[in-house]
Nanobody, 122 residues
């Protein structure tokens, strides 16, 4: 059983920035794709961004493109999400997870963390 741990969330005003981290204690897949997802109260889990092992393949949801940047440091078993120009609609619990291939579908991922709360005030 591997469970990533997310950190870096908090309360920020609209237009501000946060940097989230996702640290894994182990791996199910040898070179996993890592994805960030978010879930607001009463809503389904939503894809945010993913990145392959080498970092050469990155994909963002249209809602965050140009504002968020995903990156990874495999030596630290850590994935990051830099969030700039935050909007109130970005408010959600942000979670990371692993997949065997790039995907925007939550069911294709496993080893979910507990998530970190991001709240953007208007």
């Amino acid at each position: 059983q591997v469970t990533p741990v997310e950190s870096g969330g908090g309360l920020v005003q609209a237009g501000g920035s946060l940097r989230l981290s996702c640290a894994a204690s182990g791996r199910t897949f040898s070179r996993p794709v890592m994805g960030w997802f978010r879930q607001a109260p009463g809503k389904e889990r939503e894809f945010v961004a993913n990145i392959n092992w080498s970092g050469s393949r990155i994909y963002y949801a249209d809602s965050v493109k140009g504002r968020f940047t995903i990156s990874r440091d495999n030596a630290k078993n850590t994935v990051y999400l830099q969030m700039n120009s935050l909007k109130p609609e970005d408010t959600a619990v942000y979670s990371c997870a692993a997949a065997i291939a790039p995907s925007v579908v939550p069911d294709h991922y496993r080893d979910w963390g507990q998530g970190t709360q991001v709240t953007v005030s208007s």
